[in-house]
């Protein structure tokens, strides 16, 4: 290698399995330095990078283990991880070579063999593994020491069983205690990584435990910290103060550096608020919250999506986090579009009477944008927060109008859907603007806009007076039109003709449609429809005008909020894949376990009476056994395994059974608290409301994706089809 | 809690290294490639790829999230399976990328092919199979994977067998603090703190400033023997707000004290980042623009014509590297301008973008760009903002100062030296 360092890349040479064979022979003599063997074996490595097979070269390269050089070692053992598993049959072979290594004078080279042994996880290599794991875990380097800490988890899961007999799971939790943060930190991931299999020992903290993790926390490294604060999601306080103690702590947490050190942070802190009692401690974290969130908006984009996605989660559930920071959300034309849209969902979010005016100001100038997805989104967002804030309504249509006259097809079409949600927000007050869509009407080619625009002139055919001729202009194409379109025309026609029974033209209009509506059109909705509205209108027209035009419920913004305790548990989720698609992890992750809220006296009312069970296949209560240090125990029940860090002996475990018989007690709690709904006074603006039967049914509507989020009255399809 | 693994791409989208995805398909990673290739290709625009790529699986059960960045002209990939957090996907790719850069200095497809073997070994050294990283920092990285320059050296001073490289340090990890290493030593023991701030804002049409933050960061070199215990307090620490900092940083006592109290890694490394709030009388607590820019732009069928003003609202100060870029909109194919006083300007055919350079911008001086911009597109859309960038050297907005640097544990004087320099990126809306 010396002398020729910037020139590997010749190695990524295809080279024949012989020629190599060769080579390694011929390094056997005359090789003092070891120099031939290193050359070959870079070759070797480089085409396993390339994808090239090497695998029959298996017996050749794992004689080169003898070499006393740490370089050759590290490739070998590359070697092997590629192959191993393939060559099962010859494993034994390295065995001697990995044992020998396991006891090694270097550290290095002991973390290195137990690790790459727990890589390869056939038979023979875990059988040898147990024993050296046992004495690494107890190594007096705590390099080793934090290796094999690591090398439980695979261990674990190669073979569960095995690793429970052999006690490594309380080897783990002895090294909770390590004088090394470092250690402590992997052993909590090892115990974590088992505690979220499906079939894995439970790891739960408590008081004591979470202590002296927290302690650790000043020397680790940031994924240390990140995995121990993750860890405290598995601490369920039994006291207020309990969970206020822990919460303090871990604030100091969110001046890191590390941005998902951050964002782990809160969401500990999110999850502890659930269980404190104090009002004045829960609004200062919230206000310390609200800063390193901003921070998280000075890095790069893709960290800002993340942030943004997840903002939008928490400022639903503690609207007082960024309340006043509406400003730092302000888009910047140069972001990414994904950026750009969540900042206008958190802006439209934070939108209030105070800020109103800025935020409209703001919503404008996107509008006038270059980016046509972006440009729509946000005078979608003018409507939306013309139907939020009532006090900005008129500055918002006023707005709209003046973006109508810039004609620009796109943004007049968004802004004609929008307007028409306005209308039935505020009825009676903005009707004078429709003639000014009438105008732009030749503008609309989108399905979405022109039925929305139909629904308005059908609607307030009333007030139009050249209804019957726009309408008679709109059916002109009627049968190449798409069904949505086709639909509003029909129900517009319809209302057309109640409003002005008397009228040929309408008359003459509304028969054209029914009959080519029951007689052309091969879609069963439409048909269907036409029967109907032909029948009330032969049988009795008055009746029929009743129905059509009954007074429809006032839309609101509340479709948009998610239900609180769907909210609760995505929260338990923040930062991660769940928080970004807004969905819990085990509906879109195979082999996720969910998380939910434990119960436990501590917790404060409202959330226990939104509790949402976890959705955990829930395996048969396990032959998981963890004997304890000392004699053997005699059979306990299935407690066992769930008390494992539970020191703290009898205190109360009334939550902590076993993972089937606690969801049962959750489901038990959540319906029985449902008789007694009490406001728990939280300082989010969430109205307490009897928790739905399916929590997540206003997701969907809430939040799937950007695009299906705008406001929607519940059933309008019905009530528009009437 | 664990990532998948790593994966680099060169910039035509091809795997240059990967990690071992060992308990995976070997199907797995290729997967990721391609829907990556895939919504880049079909993307309007590179740069609008969502970072989080939703990939549904080979069968469609086992869905995957591959979180990507770009940095330089590659690509660093990141597949996560399970629920993990991907901003820590994101943390580690960065941390990655950083020490591909101590190792490497200039990092591109040729270094990396290169040195291909480093790259493996910092890949098995930093993130273990199961997606754990584990060690991260380049203080202890140095002694269990050596940088090739020192290989390089050490072989040829000591005449090798290679094991004398890590027995001269036979016991890594040994030092108590993850990011220190034990036994450095130099002749002139002397820290370094570059004060870097930023002036973030957007301007409105009418010249009124509508979102400003001023967001900093001490990136800090530090020589230092032994194992010190510094103690650094700033003369107006209170203006600092938002603050984060390197793990080394004891987090009570600044929270406490509004000191920083800490060990420091050897060599650089970014110290601390905060947002500089002033404290003023008026109610707005924003630092002000330090220019005015008078834009006059007028869109014509096929082209358009622009005329521009840039004055310097600092009496004593320089403003250096000014760019005024706009971009023209789909379709430009060129532009054509009289600019004042040795400022030059340059229409850049890949961005469509109009760019205008001031290297020096004296103090309270004007100068004007006039010129018109030609399209193909009928009616051509240029972006409603400028973006204005400038460094003013030898400043800093917040006019931070060290008042003092505390030394325990060790006993000797350490020389300090800070630096400052203060950045600006503006958007000017029109």
Partial sequence: MSGQGGQDAKFFQRGKIQEFRAELEAAESKDKKFTKRKTVLKKIVANITMGNDMSPLFTDVVQCLGTPLLEIKKMVYLFLVCYGRQKADQLHLVIPSFLQDCNDRNPLVRALAIRTMSYIPTPVVIESLTDQLRHCLKDRDPYVRKTAAICVAKLYAADPRKAEKGGFVEMLRDLLLDSNATVVANAVAALSEIGDRQDGVIFKLNLTVANKLLTALGESSEWGTIYILDSLLRYVPEKHSDAEMIAERVIAQLNHANSAVVLTAIKILLYLMNYMEN??????????????????????????????????????????????????FFCKYNDPIYVKLAKLEIMYRLAREENAREVLAELQEYASEVDVDFVRKAVRSIGRLAIKVQPAADACIQALLDLIETKVSYVVQEAVIVIKDVFRRYPGKYEGIIPTLCEHLDLLDEPESKAAMIWIIGQFANRIDNADELMDDLTYTFLEEPNEVQLALLTAAVKLFIYKPHSDTTKALVHKVLKWT???????????????????????????????????????????????????????????????????????????????????????????????????????????????????????????????????????QVQNGAASSAAVNLMATGSSSQDTPEDGGEDDDAVPQAPASDPYAALDSAFGGYLADEPRPQNKDLLDMI | MA?????????????????????????????????????????AHPDDVDPVLYISGINMDTPSACCHVKRGDLRYLCPVSGDVDPLYAFAFLQTFIEILHEYFGHVSAETLKQNFDVVYQLLEETLDSGGHPLTTSPNALRDIVIPPTLLNKVLSVAGVSGLATSSANSHPFASPIPWRKTGVRYNNNEIFFDVIETLDAVVNKNGTTAVSSVWGRVETNCKLSGTPDLLLTFSNASTLNDCSFHPCVRLQRWARDKVLSFVPPDGKFKLMEYRYVPISASSLNQVSVPFILRPAVQVDEHGGSIELTFSSRLTTRTMENVYVELYLGEGATGASCITSHSTSWSFNPRTLTLVWELRAVVPSASYTLRGSFTSTAGAPRPSRAFRVRFEIPQHNYSALKIEQLKLTGENYKPYKGMRGNSLGDIEWRW
């Fill in chain 1, 518 to 652: 029951t007689e052309e059109v091969d879609n069963p909705d439409l048909r269907d429809r036409g029967f109907m509205y032909w029948r009330m209108l032969a049988i009795n027209p008055t009746v029929a005008g009743e129905i059509v035009l009954a007074e429809k419920p006032p839309i609101t913004t509340d479709a948009d909020r998610m239900d609180r305790g769907a909210l609760d548990q995505l929260l338990l989720h923040t930062g991660t894949l769940g928080s970004i698609y807004h969905k819990n992890p085990e509906t879109f992750i195979r082999g996720a376990t969910g998380k939910a809220l434990t119960d436990s006296p501590a917790l404060n009312p409202l959330s226990r009476q939104v509790l949402v069970p976890v959705a955990r296949t829930n395996l048969p209560p396990t032959t998981v056994k963890v004997p304890g240090p000392g004699p053997p125990e005699p059979t306990m029940s299935n407690a066992t395994s769930q008390d494992l860090l539970d020191t703290d002996s009898p205190a109360p």
């Fill in chain 1, 279 to 328: 009002r004045r401690l829960m609004e200062y974290i919230c206000k310390k919250m609200g800063p390193p969130l901003v921070t998280l908006l000075s890095s790069g984009p893709e960290v800002q999506y993340v942030a943004l996605r997840n903002i939008l989660l928490i400022i639903q559930r503690r609207p007082a986090v960024l309340k006043n920071d509406v400003k730092v």
């Fill in chain 2, 3 to 43: 990532i998948d693994g790593l994966i680099i791409l060169d910039n035509a989208g091809r795997a240059i290294a990967q990690s071992g995805f060992h308990s995976f398909p070997p199907a797995y990673p290729l997967l990721h490639i391609d829907a990556l290739n895939n919504a880049l290709a079909s993307a």
